[in-house]
């Protein structure tokens, strides 16, 4: 799987080397408002993402954005003692957006990701315990958003990934039946070196 993942980032790269006088690159972070499916959660992880992007212009209404995070996310529930519980997955995400601008400023997008798993803990009254068995190490998504770019360069996006990828192994403990998958809203801003 890193193999698919590291194939990926190549292959969007050399396709930027090709293409340079398109390419813009940029730095991008923000909140994180996840979710993980059937982990009996009444409440969201908030955290936080950060990372690079590279905007590749096929034409003056579409473009690609091949973007790599550091990307916290998981789950929080209250457990049988009524004692808070969160689930902190965190991944290097590299998602590939497909954008179609409405107008110079604003675009919508959609595409999709890959995940690989860096870490995951449950963390219980100032305690943390290492879970980085119980869930796989890559994860699938899709998603789509919109962003706005200022005319100074620096802009604001939302966008909403949803997981594809079952990511709790079979037969772990603390999760109940059925596919967990990551969901994940984010709200962030970017700058563009032009």
């Avoid at 579409?62 to 991944?91: C, H, L």
């Avoid at 179609?100 to 860096?118: H, R, S, W």
């Avoid at 009254?125 to 360069?153: K, M, Q, R, W």
């Amino acid at each position: 799987m890193k193999k698919v993942c590291l194939l990926a980032v190549a292959a969007c790269l050399t396709f930027a080397a090709n293409a340079q006088k398109n390419v813009t690159f940029g730095v991008k972070g923000g909140l994180n408002i996840a979710n993980v499916s059937n982990t009996s959660s009444d409440a969201t992880r908030t955290s936080g993402f950060a990372g690079g992007l590279a905007q590749i212009e096929i034409n003056e209404n579409w473009s690609v954005q091949p973007e790599i995070m550091f990307s916290g996310q998981g789950f929080k529930y209250n457990d049988i003692a009524r004692r808070e519980i969160t689930g902190a997955i965190n991944y290097i995400n590299v998602p590939v957006m497909v954008q179609y601008y409405l107008i110079p400023e604003f675009n919508l997008e959609a595409g999709a990701q890959v995940g690989i798993k860096v870490g995951a803990k449950y963390k219980r009254n100032g305690d943390s315990n290492n879970v980085n068995s119980d869930f796989t190490t890559a994860d699938f998504g899709l998603g789509f958003g919109c962003a706005y770019e200022f005319p100074i360069h620096l802009g604001i996006s939302a966008r909403y990934m949803f997981g594809i990828t079952d990511i709790a192994k079979a037969g772990v403990a603390n999760l109940s039946d059925g596919a967990q998958r990551n969901s994940v809203a984010q709200i962030g801003v970017f700058y563009k070196f032009r």
